[in-house]
């Protein structure tokens, strides 16, 4: 193995590391605490000026060791704007952002193997960058520095979703990620396909 692959290897280890330990810290969490964070950070969110002026966002469907979300998509569409939701591409890094039509739709939609709901396949809905591209990006992820980097769960969607929006009129989208505190950390190790984030909006109190 070259010098380069020993370093990707090393940087492949150390983000494995970090997972677990990320991980760990999530789960050590109690249910209320991680609402009581989730409310801070959606106070933050609600009240960012980059989220105000926005009128197409992009906004994930949480899991449980996640910054909860359906406040937030509540708002979405108490304010008038459009929502966009992933759908991910089985057995691939493939994901588009799909029109959604309400907050309530969420709950009829199909669950996938990650216990998290999206549209399904075969369902013909507006994807965000066919039309009118998108404004924001909240962003999920394990782990984040203050520098920006993210430590995604390995599989690329999100990485590779920012590298289409570039190809849109409209450009990249700025990038809002919702972290509990115990998800930040001193330096998260990236490679050159990881794009960095915006801003990580997180309990600094």
Not at 122 to 150: C, Q, S, W, Y
Request: glycine share 6%; proline share 5%.
């Amino acid at each position: 193995m070259d010098s380069q692959g020993t370093n990707m290897a090393a940087l492949w280890a150390a983000k494995k590391a970090l997972r677990l330990d990320l991980k760990r810290r999530v789960a050590a969490l109690s249910d209320a605490e991680k609402r009581r964070q989730t409310a801070a950070v959606s106070r933050r969110l609600l009240a960012h000026p980059k989220y105000q002026n926005c009128q197409r966002v992009a906004v994930f469907l949480s899991m449980s060791d996640e910054i909860q979300t359906e406040d937030i998509i509540k708002d979405v569409f108490q304010c008038g704007k459009q929502c966009f939701i992933p759908r991910y591409k089985p057995r691939s890094n493939h994901m588009d952002m799909v029109k959604l039509s309400s907050a309530e739709e969420i709950h009829n939609l199909p669950l996938t193997s990650w216990n998290i709901h999206q549209p399904a396949e075969d369902v013909l809905l507006e994807e965000a960058l066919t039309t009118g591209g998108l404004d924001l990006i909240l962003m999920p992820g394990l782990g984040f520095d203050k520098h920006g980097n993210r430590l995604g769960r390995g599989k690329g969607y999100y990485d590779t979703y920012l590298e289409r929006c570039l190809k849109h009129p409209k450009g990249k989208p700025y990038t809002i990620a919702l972290a509990f505190k115990e998800q930040i950390c001193d330096l998260v190790p990236v490679t050159e396909s990881d794009k960095p984030i915006d801003e990580v909006l997180y309990e600094t109190s």
